[in-house]
């Protein structure tokens, strides 16, 4: 019974091991251009974690597919902080402070397919916040 629960543990960690590695190392180690106080692996994704942080980070690389920034103490959003970000297709604002979602805040984000803005304080939410964003596929929010 031991040796089925280990085997289950072991399959469910070993595609999660490289993020759970990107968390522990430095940022900037993957590429020069990563944000201060996040990993990255260029042209593909972003993890941003417990930056303790109102806002979001600046100089995001308009490549990046996977941008990960739960846990940060992110307290509001607006549309630029997005700009550029086409290709975005996960988004995960999960555990931050977000009391509320703009109109149009994720509308320059026209390939994202995931957005997690779970765990946070949102009692507002515009008819208008989803404006743009066609490819949505996973939304959470509890």
């Known amino acids: 019974m031991e040796r ?3 085997n289950t ?3 469910f960690l070993s595609p999660l091991m490289p993020f ?3 968390l522990l190392l430095p940022g900037g180690i993957f590429s020069s251009d990563c944000p201060k106080d996040c990993s990255c692996i260029p042209s593909t994704s972003i993890f941003c974690y417990q930056r ?3 806002t979001l980070p600046s100089g995001l690389d308009t490549s990046t597919r996977n941008l990960y920034l ?3 103490g992110i307290e509001g959003i607006k549309s630029a902080d997005f700009d550029g970000l086409v290709n975005l297709e996960m988004l995960d604002l999960s555990q931050n402070k977000l009391t509320h979602l703009p109109d149009r805040v994720f509308e320059t984000l026209t390939s994202l397919k995931n957005l997690d803005l779970s765990s946070n304080q949102i009692t507002q939410i515009s008819e208008k916040s989803f404006h743009g964003v066609t490819q949505l596929q996973r939304l959470y929010l509890q």
Do not use: I, R
């Open 52 to 54: 303790n942080s109102p």
């Open 70 to 72: 739960f846990s940060n």
């Open 4 to 6: 089925e629960s280990l």
């Open 9 to 11: 543990m072991k399959v």
């Open 20 to 22: 759970l590695l990107l």
